[in-house]
């Protein structure tokens, strides 16, 4: 086994993607000393039962201290207070990361509230629909991408040294800027959210749909939706204050883009919609050829 790049981890939020890291450092990375720290009492008490990291501290102090590495792991909303309980706590030489899925935001309020550290962001894409210390599961990580968004300057041998740990938990590594990154992942990510909790919603009430007919007739597509739409819902609230920017921005293309397809159908224009409907064919072919899904029938549910 090749020597791990930290030797003490530090996690600050316990639900799926923090556990996640947990279990995933005890699985590829015994040697590494983990502790972690949650705000709620009972998940921690729920994270010590399940083993999510070696030691569950009863304060985020208590859990940096001494620490190579600290992760935080919770909404980005929270992030400026969760860094704040750290203060005065980290070794000078300790990063600072997060598994957020905003990043500007998430940087700037882990520079404001940890002003002397060293902060090297990064956003493994990654997730269920489920969440809390029951979610998490060693294998989260395994063949997904880390978007690491170091700031300007960064020294390379520290973004290396944190790209070496998420390389160990299986994920391939990518480093970006932080303000492409969110564009990026408002269209990839943040906008599927959106509408998946606008099309379920809207579903729900329409007035001559029952709720049970929704659930009875759900095909594939909504099921999918519902799945989407079953996110961690602070979570969610958080991405989308936190890059607000970046998701209008695409909100508004996707917007003049369904407009186009309303007049396709409209017009009873079936070349226009033949054209789109191929083109975004073969972009879920990509996906697949990447590995980031499967090509098995019904994505390869057994049910």
């Not at 890059?243 to 508004?252: R, T, Y």
């Given at each position: 086994?090749?020597?791990a790049?930290?030797?003490?981890?530090?996690i600050i939020?316990?639900g799926?993607?923090?556990g996640?890291?947990g279990?995933?450092?005890a699985?590829?990375?015994p040697?590494?000393?983990t502790t972690?720290?949650?705000?709620?009492?009972a998940?921690?008490?729920?994270?010590?039962?399940?083993?999510?990291?070696?030691?569950?501290?009863?304060?985020?102090?208590?859990?940096v201290?001494?620490?190579?590495l600290?992760?935080?792991?919770?909404?980005?909303?929270?992030?400026d207070?969760a860094?704040?309980?750290?203060?005065?706590?980290?070794?000078?030489?300790?990063?600072?990361?997060?598994v957020?899925?905003?990043k500007v935001?998430?940087?700037?309020?882990l520079?404001?509230?940890?002003p002397?550290?060293?902060?090297?962001?990064?956003h493994p894409?990654?997730g269920?629909e489920?969440s809390g210390?029951d979610a998490?599961f060693a294998?989260?990580?395994k063949?997904?991408?880390?978007i690491?968004?170091?700031a300007?300057?960064?020294?390379p041998?520290?973004?290396e040294?944190?790209?070496a740990?998420w390389?160990?938990?299986?994920?391939r590594?990518?480093?970006?800027?932080a303000?492409?990154?969110?564009?990026?992942l408002?269209?990839?990510?943040?906008?599927?959210h959106l509408?998946a909790?606008?099309i379920?919603?809207?579903a729900?009430?329409l007035?001559?749909?029952?709720q049970s007919?929704v659930?009875k007739?759900s095909?594939g597509?909504f099921?999918?939706?519902?799945?989407i739409?079953?996110?961690d819902?602070?979570?969610?609230?958080?991405?989308?204050?936190?890059?607000?920017?970046?998701?209008?921005e695409?909100l508004q293309?996707?917007?003049?883009d369904l407009?186009e397809l309303?007049k396709a159908i409209r017009?009873?224009?079936?070349?226009?919609l033949?054209?789109?409907?191929?083109?975004?064919r073969?972009?879920?072919?990509s996906?697949i050829?990447?590995?980031q899904?499967?090509a098995?029938?019904?994505?390869?549910?057994?049910?």
């Amino acid at each position: 086994m090749t020597e791990a790049p930290f030797h003490h981890v530090a996690i600050i939020g316990l639900g799926l993607l923090g556990g996640s890291v947990g279990l995933a450092l005890a699985e590829y990375l015994p040697g590494v000393r983990t502790t972690g720290y949650d705000r709620a009492p009972a998940t921690r008490a729920r994270a010590a039962e399940r083993a999510l990291v070696g030691t569950v501290c009863a304060t985020a102090a208590e859990a940096v201290a001494g620490a190579d590495l600290v992760i935080f792991c919770v909404p980005p909303l929270a992030m400026d207070d969760a860094a704040r309980d750290c203060s005065g706590a980290l070794r000078p030489d300790a990063i600072v990361s997060d598994v957020g899925s905003s990043k500007v935001a998430v940087a700037r309020a882990l520079a404001d509230a940890l002003p002397e550290a060293t902060i090297i962001p990064a956003h493994p894409v990654a997730g269920t629909e489920n969440s809390g210390p029951d979610a998490g599961f060693a294998h989260l990580f395994k063949g997904r991408w880390c978007i690491i968004t170091p700031a300007d300057g960064e020294d390379p041998a520290k973004v290396e040294r944190l790209a070496a740990l998420w390389q160990a938990l299986g994920a391939r590594v990518e480093v970006m800027d932080a303000a492409h990154h969110d564009r990026v992942l408002a269209v990839t990510s943040h906008l599927p959210h959106l509408i998946a909790y606008t099309i379920v919603g809207t579903a729900s009430d329409l007035e001559e749909v029952t709720q049970s007919e929704v659930i009875k007739y759900s095909a594939g597509g909504f099921r999918d939706f519902t799945r989407i739409a079953a996110s961690d819902p602070t979570m969610w609230r958080d991405v989308f204050l936190s890059n607000k920017d970046a998701v209008l921005e695409m909100l508004q293309t996707f917007s003049e883009d369904l407009s186009e397809l309303q007049k396709a159908i409209r017009k009873g224009d079936g070349d226009t919609l033949f054209e789109h409907f191929a083109r975004t064919r073969a972009i879920r072919r990509s996906i697949i050829e990447q590995g980031q899904d499967d090509a098995r029938p019904n994505f390869g549910r057994t049910e």
